[in-house]
């Protein structure tokens, strides 16, 4: 059996990593009046009971198109090092097959995996060499899942796809204002 380890960060990554958390630090308390205004109904003792969890579109200025709306929402990986939730925001992405980390914020959540496991996928970005992580448990909101994820070392945003990820929900996309999961 081959031994599973997360690879040593060089110094442009490991900055990166720094700078994505102190980032997403800033960005996550300017979020949580939203995050907590999210829109959740379960009964815990009724197995079929719904749950939905709502997160409002990103808005973000660009100089081609204008005022872009963007659907995000905050996924928590559970990490193995520390035992707890570390929170990801992400871009849900309908078109994108297969959740993707790029490697710096993969090995920052504590994923491991092996080097030599590698393959070639095909996006709007043209090829992407990845590395699979199976079964990688992740919260959106009170609704748990275990995914596979996707690592890459091109720079890409956090991209949330559908193989055993929104696949597994009932996902609307309201226009220009937020996304809703249901389970």
Do not use: C
């Amino acid at each position: 059996t081959q031994q599973l380890k997360s690879p040593q960060l060089s110094f442009p990554e490991l900055h990166l990593a720094i700078e994505y958390r102190n980032t997403m630090s800033s960005w996550f308390s300017s979020l949580l009046a939203r995050l907590f205004s999210s829109n959740t109904s379960q009964n815990p003792t009724d197995s079929n009971s719904t749950h939905i969890e709502t997160f409002p579109f990103e808005e973000r200025q660009n100089t081609a198109f204008g005022t872009i709306h963007r659907p995000v929402v905050t996924v928590q990986f559970h990490s193995q090092y520390e035992n707890n939730w570390n929170q990801v925001l992400m871009l849900v992405d309908s078109g994108a097959d297969l959740t993707i980390l790029p490697t710096y914020l993969a090995a920052f959540l504590g994923l491991k995996w092996s080097r030599e496991n590698k393959f070639e996928t095909v996006g709007i970005g043209g090829n992407v060499k990845l590395w699979i992580v199976k079964d990688v448990p992740i919260r959106i909101g009170k609704l748990e899942r275990k995914i596979p994820v996707g690592i890459t070392e091109q720079r890409v945003p956090p991209l949330l796809g559908r193989h055993e990820a929104l696949e597994t929900f009932n996902v609307t996309f309201n226009y220009k204002e937020k996304t809703i999961f249901e389970n």
